[in-house]
């Protein structure tokens, strides 16, 4: 009897526990915050923050990484507002290894909530599954790092969608995090050395270009990138016909 107790699969709403409680406090968050992590109140706030940093830099450092993670995990408003701090606050170096660290370990914990909650099962299933859901399942377990990499370096995914599909299609946590810590550091350093001149911007009171990344100079290496993760795909694809 015990042993049967001790088997049991769990049960679904407590995996589900750590998504849902994702999604209410993004919920609350999209209502509560989208007028406190703005621009404007980094504007307001900087004379403060780079004297809490100058007098604490460590501890400004531990609180930064965490208030990231926070901020990914939950999917808060101010991703972007983050990383420019991020730029403001420790330069475009270290800055944007504190802004990639954070939000790799903040895409980490959305992954695994969804993992566990949704995606063992969801992979198991279409893993038994036959036609084309088993052939998708199979394409995608063949170039797990080209898509991971992909997903990460175009500009036209949101992140969190780039978090929950590898999670519900069995990436393993490993090759997730890699994949992530990598794929999103041309963006992020964008953003960051954008950051990084945020003085200069707060003193002619002007407001920074963030849609910097979609110039060409920055956009197409992107883009490159983006084809060259592409490529094995792309080559596997010929060779198939071929073959066929």
């Not at 209502?31 to 900087?46: G, P």
């Amino acid at each position: 009897m015990t042993d049967q107790m001790t088997d049991a699969p769990p049960n679904p709403m407590l995996r589900r526990l750590p998504l849902i409680a994702i999604l209410v406090v993004a919920l609350i968050g999209a209502f509560l915050l989208r007028d406190v992590l703005t621009f404007e109140t980094l504007r307001e706030q900087r004379e403060t923050l780079l004297a809490f940093r100058d007098a604490n830099y460590l501890l400004t450092v531990a609180v930064f990484i965490l208030a990231y993670v926070t901020i990914v995990a939950f999917s808060l408003p101010g991703a972007t507002i983050a990383t420019l701090t991020g730029g403001f606050l420790f330069a475009t170096f270290p800055g944007v290894l504190f802004n990639v660290t954070g939000a790799t370990l903040g895409a980490i914990c959305i992954f695994l909530a969804a993992r566990w909650g949704l995606g063992e099962r969801l992979a198991a299933r279409m893993e038994a599954s036959d036609g084309s859901v088993k052939r998708i399942k199979d394409g995608i377990d063949e170039n797990q790092w080209s898509m991971l990499f992909l997903i990460r370096l175009v500009p036209a995914v949101p992140f969190f969608v780039a978090n929950l599909v590898p999670a519900l299609v069995g990436v393993p946590l490993s090759r997730f995090a890699i994949s992530t810590f990598f794929g999103i550091i041309p963006g992020a350093l964008v953003y960051t050395s954008v950051g990084a001149g945020l003085g200069e911007v707060f003193a002619r009171g002007e407001t920074p270009d963030l849609g910097i990344i979609f110039t060409p100079p920055i956009l197409l290496p992107i883009l490159g990138l983006s084809l060259l993760a592409a490529l094995p795909i792309l080559i596997k694809a010929l060779r198939g016909r071929k073959v066929t």
